[in-house]
């Protein structure tokens, strides 16, 4: 998505070969209109697939994930990252752990919001070693439900995430690949 | 806003005299419809304020707060409730404690996203003792930089958050007011 690309090589900024920071845009300051334009490619990626439900996981992944639920014309449900006081029912639950944080959490979405006919979009800020998309997965399945593709906004193609995804048969389509972070340098796999 | 409060009469559990569950449309699965009507209405009662920035907190005021900043034409700001490990640079930090989740957090943003020419909309999903609203209006304070209004997606109007805001000199505006949770159901404050 060449609009995206642009924004992550103006304002991208590489912390280490494995850390790119864009909370100009992404992560923290958010650009509102790159994530309407994130969710108009999701759908014409997805207008085939009978999508019922965008899934992401708080924070970064609502912004992209209302939007592309917005033009889908679908509910958005967000995993939490641990337990709120007022969600009393019965939770699909995984453990997902976080490199970036270097901590474990449990990730919960509520039972009475996936059921066993729903098409899942996931839709998730950054692809990494995988971890966080895997436990919405497994989530999307303990239900019973269908994950019709995982949508990710900035791929780091250099670390497993993607590859482990594709081997267990999920369709990734992912909006920026990026190839390496090396010598402070963002490269792209170009499509 | 009348599309928001028949959302929440038909779908709003109240849980206790204090609590509103409205997690099938606002707070875990999100109706993005919704969300834009609730940006439209945030647009035409602040079209003429000179927003800059919308501000909010991680998670549940994401949804609202990106479709105010999309129809305004500004960026979003989510404050977050912890550190992460990438955002190294100066933070504007500020003690919130949530009564629903009985725990005080602290509440950052870096400090190179708000300036004093900056005239910030802050927006929230519920308003119930102010804590959360308090904590981002002294964030923009710190910044030097000014408070348009809050805007809140349901406010708990028989708790002391809008009298407390209110009594600080800020132009509050709150799309749902409830007057009452008792008896197990939920009675509005007509404007």
Same mark, same amino acid.
């Given at each position: 998505?060449e609009r995206l #690309?642009?924004?992550?090589k103006q304002e991208?900024t590489?912390?280490?070969?494995?850390?790119l920071?864009?909370d100009?845009f %992404?992560?923290h300051?958010?650009?509102p209109?790159l994530m309407?334009?994130?969710?108009?490619? %999701?759908?014409s990626?997805?207008?085939?697939?009978?999508?019922?439900k965008v899934?992401?996981i708080?924070?970064s992944?609502?912004a992209p994930? &209302?939007m592309? /639920?917005?033009? %889908?014309g679908?509910p958005?449900l967000f995993a939490?990252?641990?337990?709120s006081?007022?969600?009393?029912?019965? %939770?699909?639950t995984e453990?997902?752990?976080?490199?970036t944080k270097?901590?474990?959490s449990?990730v919960t979405?509520?039972?009475?919001?996936l059921?066993e006919q729903?098409?899942?979009l #996931? &839709?998730d800020?950054?692809?990494?070693?995988g971890?966080?998309a895997?436990?919405? /997965?497994?989530?999307v399945?303990?239900?019973?439900a269908s994950?019709?593709?995982i949508?990710?906004v900035?791929?780091?193609?250099f670390?497993p995430?993607?590859?482990?995804l594709l081997?267990?048969?999920?369709?990734v389509?992912?909006?920026?690949?990026?190839?390496?972070?090396?010598?402070?340098?963002v490269?792209f796999i170009e499509?």
């Open positions: 998505m #690309i642009q924004k992550i991208g590489v912390l280490s070969d494995g850390v920071k864009v100009t %992404l992560n300051q958010i650009d209109q309407w334009d994130i969710g108009t490619t %999701l759908k990626l997805f207008a085939e697939s009978g999508v019922t899934l992401t708080e924070s992944g609502i994930g &209302v592309a /639920a917005m033009q %889908l679908v958005l939490r990252k641990r337990k006081l007022t969600m009393r029912d019965d %939770l699909y453990r997902v752990y976080s490199f270097q901590e474990e449990e979405v509520s039972r009475k919001f059921s729903d098409r899942v #996931i &839709v800020d950054f692809l990494a070693n971890e966080a895997l436990g919405m /997965a497994r989530i399945e303990q239900a019973g994950v019709v593709g949508a990710i900035i791929e780091k193609s670390q995430g993607r590859d482990k081997e267990l048969g999920y369709r389509e992912s909006l920026a690949r990026i190839a390496s972070l090396q010598d402070g340098q490269t499509d």
